[in-house]
């Protein structure tokens, strides 16, 4: 992690710049305001969660379909040779 930190010290603060916002808004008390534009804290939630696990299936289908064949299992198609005339 750290090695990632010394090489990408601008994506390591925008990392950590959105989690923290995503941590605030997550714990903290929300204001009319703030219902007025997210909606209602438990709405939000419902669908930043939902977000996260259809995020998590969609990883694990594609990371089965990708993996989960070894190499070798389908035999190459051997096409016959073209006869020259």
Do not use: C, H
Not at 12 to 34: H, R
């Amino acid at each position: 992690m750290s090695d990632f930190v010394a090489r990408r010290p601008i994506w390591s603060l925008i990392i950590i710049l959105a989690v923290a916002i995503l941590v605030w808004l997550v714990f903290s008390i929300w204001t009319p305001g703030m219902e007025a534009s997210f909606g209602r804290k438990r709405v939000f939630l419902s669908a930043l969660f939902n977000g996260i696990t259809l995020g998590a299936l969609y990883f694990l289908v594609a990371s089965g379909f990708t993996l989960g064949q070894p190499q070798g299992v389908f035999p190459r198609l051997e096409l016959p040779e073209a006869e020259n005339a």
